[in-house]
C-alpha cells in the first residue's frame, strides 16, 4: 500500500500520479466524478486493458481493465498517510467502497489494477514483496480480525 505502484492511484488531491518517484500525471488529467476521468481526457483513451506501447510517445502506457483511480467520494488515499489511519481507513466502510472484510479480502487478491503492480511494464519498481506474498499476508491480516498498528 505504500509503494508508488500503488500509490500512483491512491493519492490525495485530484489527479493521479506516475513513476517511482510520484511525479506530477503529465499530460495533466482530473479524477473526475467516477474517477475515470473528465471530458476528453479519460483514462481508458490512454491506458488499454494491458500495458501497450504508444506509437506517438514511443513508450510503455501503463494499462488494465477498468483504469481509474478511485472516486471522489472515497478517494482511499494511502499516500502519506500513517500506517494505524491507513490500517484503519481500509477496513471502513464508510472509506473503503462499501466493502465487507470478505469483499475487501476478494478485492486485494483479485482485483485487476492491484494485479497490474506486479507487471507494470515501462522499467517501474514492483512492490518489495511477490504478489503471493501480499495475498497470503492480506489473507493472513483478515483472518486475525484485521488488527491495526
Ligand atoms: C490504476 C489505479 C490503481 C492502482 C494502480 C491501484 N489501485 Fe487500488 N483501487 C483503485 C480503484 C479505482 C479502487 C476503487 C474500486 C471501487 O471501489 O470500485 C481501488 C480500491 C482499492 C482497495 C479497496 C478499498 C480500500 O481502500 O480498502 C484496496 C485495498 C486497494 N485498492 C489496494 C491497492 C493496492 C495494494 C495497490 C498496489 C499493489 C493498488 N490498490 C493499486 C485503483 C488503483
Ligand atoms: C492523454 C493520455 C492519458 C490520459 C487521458 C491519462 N493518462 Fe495516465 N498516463 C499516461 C502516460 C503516457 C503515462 C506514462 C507516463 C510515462 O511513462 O512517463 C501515464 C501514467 C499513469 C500512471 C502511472 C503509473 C505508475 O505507477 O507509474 C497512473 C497511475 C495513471 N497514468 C493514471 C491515470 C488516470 C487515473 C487517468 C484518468 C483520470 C489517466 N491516467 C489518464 C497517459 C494518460
Known amino acids: 500500500m505504500q509503494h508508488p505502484r500503488c500509490q500512483n492511484c491512491h493519492t490525495s488531491g485530484d489527479a493521479p500520479r506516475q513513476s517511482d518517484r510520484g511525479s506530477a500525471h503529465q499530460p495533466p488529467v482530473r479524477r473526475g466524478p467516477e474517477g475515470k476521468g473528465v471530458g476528453a481526457m479519460q483514462c481508458a483513451t490512454c491506458h488499454l ?34 500506517p494505524r489511519a491507513l490500517c484503519e481507513a481500509l477496513k471502513d466502510p464508510d472509506r ?35 504478489r503471493d506474498e501480499f ?9 486475525a480480525g484485521a488488527p491495526c498498528p
Not at 478485492?107 to 519498481?125: F, I, K, R, S, V
Not at 495475498?135 to 483472518?143: G, K, P, S, T, V
Request: aromatic share 6%; proline share 13%.
Open 135 to 143: 495475498n497470503a499476508a492480506a489473507i493472513a491480516w483478515l483472518r
Open 96 to 130: 473503503n467502497g462499501k466493502r465487507s472484510r470478505e469483499q475487501l479480502g476478494r478485492h486485494m487478491t483479485e482485483d485487476a489494477l492491484l494485479a497490474w503492480a506486479w507487471n507494470p511494464g515501462a522499467g517501474l519498481a514492483r512492490p518489495p514483496l511477490t
Open 49 to 82: 486493458e494491458q500495458n501497450a506501447r504508444s506509437p506517438t510517445l514511443r513508450r510503455e502506457v501503463p494499462g488494465a481493465p477498468g483504469w481509474r483511480m478511485p472516486p471522489p467520494e472515497a478517494p482511499m488515499v494511502f499516500r502519506e498517510a500513517e
